[in-house]
């Protein structure tokens, strides 16, 4: 039987108990329970309007996650079937389909899974745009290059050929899929899911990890090239740069000491954020005689704040709707947008650039839901109520099934 994390495990405690648990208005929970029993089309037609207590929410968020999770596994079932990978015994190989791609993955395990589940590595491999057998050759070695002392290390192989193999917008999809799949069935932890990769795989954790910095716990790039991406969302991300001193290609090692100086620059400007490390690694060429490989128990110190208190979301390359907690309507993401929002207390201040409207994702991890909020955007202050209904629970598992990262209420916003 797989390991579940304990957040996972107690969507089984709380089914079972749950008439125990809620004293307080028992019908609402068991009108949560009974709606789930719908059929899924017919279910996010009929969202039941209850406004929940903090202590009916995370009760909630777990029979709702649980009922999620079950239909996922049934649904993705050819992809969570494991078979024996091509290299050696302890190698398994897995697909994810998402966004019209297939992406192949090798797996193995190390460790001991802790109490929370096993954390999750994703790591790319290295060619880019060349035939398809040099990227095979570099995404067979990719499942040796590393060994984390704990977590199921993955080693997906590109979709495509291309130089960009690992920052076209596809990725996104089928990472953010990849994740769940190991989340609903392995039991991982979705708080300590880490990025790393070489070469051109390196190219795809410059691009990835900022546009996806709230999926990730830390991330590494090795022997990378940035192309001019913009690194200001990695502000709640720790992030390592690995270069050769004398990788000259490309200028990759110019580059790499460059964005190392972007990121002292930004930790100088905000010295809670932007927690990072260069290593320009001296008489080393595009092939660093795996000193890089300090990278991971780096990497594994640091776990994900789902819900920090201040954050930076600036918009490059593939666009995002939703970021930490913040969302964007469908379709208004546009590129070059920025937003910088911080919680102090009950008070929320936003400041942004190209953005027209915004809606806070709210949860009693980060204010008190039963007082109301302050919200400053762009010096207009004005006062808000937020209430703590089932609409924002299902919504928030349905984009991703991520149940450390559900919202409980929303909050929108016009300047």
């Known amino acids: 039987m797989n390991p579940r994390p304990a957040v996972l495990a107690a969507c089984c405690i709380a089914a079972s108990s749950l008439h125990a648990q809620s004293t307080d208005r028992p019908?609402?929970?068991?009108?949560?329970?009974?709606?789930?029993?719908?059929?899924a089309k017919a279910r996010a037609a009929s969202i039941p309007s209850l406004t929940l207590t903090r202590t009916e929410a995370d009760p909630v968020i777990e029979l709702v996650f649980a009922r999620l999770r079950d239909e996922a596994r049934v649904e993705r079932a050819a992809e969570l079937d494991a078979k024996d990978g091509a290299r050696r015994k302890p190698t398994r190989l897995l697909t994810v389909t998402a966004a019209g791609k297939q992406l192949k993955v090798y797996e193995r395990t190390f460790g001991e899974a802790p109490k929370t589940g096993h954390s999750l590595w994703i790591s790319m491999h290295g060619g880019g745009g060349a035939?398809?057998?040099?990227?095979?050759?570099?995404?067979?070695?990719?499942?040796?290059?590393?060994?984390?002392?704990?977590?199921?290390?993955?080693?997906?192989?590109a979709p495509t050929n291309t130089w960009n193999l690992w920052h076209e917008g596809h990725i996104d999809d089928l990472f953010d899929r990849l994740i769940e799949n190991y989340v609903i069935d392995r039991g991982v932890d979705p708080n300590r899911v880490y990025l790393m990769g070489y070469s051109a795989g390196g190219d795809g954790v410059y691009q990835l990890a900022p546009r996806m910095a709230d999926r990730f716990a830390a991330a590494s790039m090795m022997a990378g090239h940035p192309n001019g991406v913009a690194v200001d969302s990695l502000r709640n991300?720790?992030?390592?740069?690995?270069?050769?001193?004398?990788?000259g290609a490309y200028k990759r090692n110019e580059q790499a000491a460059s964005y190392g100086e972007k990121l002292d620059a930004l930790r100088a400007a905000d010295p809670a954020g932007y927690l990072h490390e260069t290593h320009i690694v001296a008489g080393?060429?595009?092939?660093?005689?795996?000193?890089?490989?300090?990278?991971?128990p780096w990497m594994a110190r640091y776990t994900r704040d789902p819900w920090p208190k201040k954050l930076v979301w600036r918009q490059s390359?593939?666009?995002?709707d939703r970021f930490y907690w913040l969302e964007l309507p469908a379709g208004a993401a546009k590129n070059g947008q920025t937003v910088r929002a911080e919680v102090e207390g009950q008070r929320v201040t936003i400041v942004s650039e190209g953005v027209e409207a915004l809606r806070l994702r709210l949860s009693d991890a980060m204010v008190d839901l039963d007082r109301p909020l302050q919200v400053v955007w762009n010096g207009a202050a004005r006062t808000v109520s937020a209430e703590r209904t089932l609409h924002p629970i299902y919504r928030s598992l349905m984009q991703r099934l991520d149940p450390a990262s559900v919202a409980t209420a929303y909050v929108d916003l016009r300047p």
């Open 131 to 157: 035939p398809a057998r040099v990227n095979d050759g570099q995404w067979n070695n990719q499942i040796e290059l590393y060994q984390p002392a704990e977590g199921i290390y993955v080693a997906p192989r």
């Open 27 to 39: 019908a609402h929970l068991e009108t949560v329970r009974e709606w789930l029993q719908q059929p």
């Open 237 to 247: 991300l720790p992030f390592m740069i690995w270069m050769g001193a004398n990788d």
């Open 284 to 296: 080393k060429g595009h092939w660093m005689d795996r000193e890089d490989r300090a990278a991971l």
């Open 317 to 320: 390359g593939r666009l995002h």
